[in-house]
Each structure stands twice: as C-alpha cells, then as structure tokens.
C-alpha cells in the first residue's frame, strides 16, 4: 500500500528541504537542452538524499539526460 510507504532518506539529517540552484549554461551539451530541464546539480542533490553508491536510479519520466548524469557522477546505475 502506498499510503504506508515511507520515503527512504540517506542524506544528513537536518538538512532544508527547501533547495536551490543555479540553471546549467556552462556545459556544451546543455546548450541544446530545453530551458525546463533541471539543474544537474539539483539531480545529483536528490540522488544523494534519496539512494546509495551502487543503487539503479530510474526514472521513467525522463526526456533528457539529467537524471543519469547525476546518478552515474554519485556513483550510481543508470540504465541505458
């Protein structure tokens, strides 16, 4: 049951659950990504918070490559 699911937190305890970055403008291959992308620097904060070194991260709305840069850069499976 979903109702009883409890999200899994692997980051510091105390941390704010309100973040913010900075849009992504320096990295070449970003230049063509649509401006809704978010932030890898985002991606790579929640994939810490929310997974282990060695976890599959999925994410099956993703459109760009956001996601699986910020998995694999923390260490963690993207499937191809």
Request: overall charge positive; some cysteine; proline content about 8%.
């Amino acid at each position: 049951d979903l109702r009883s699911a409890q999200n899994k937190f692997c980051g510091e305890r105390g941390t704010s659950t309100v973040l913010s970055f900075p849009k992504d403008n320096d990295a070449e291959w970003l230049r063509a990504a649509p401006r809704h992308m978010k932030p890898v620097a985002l991606l790579r904060e929640l994939v810490r918070r929310y997974s282990k070194p060695g976890d599959v991260i999925l994410d099956p709305a993703a459109r760009h490559a956001g996601t699986g840069v910020a998995a694999l850069l923390e260490g963690r499976r993207f499937p191809e």
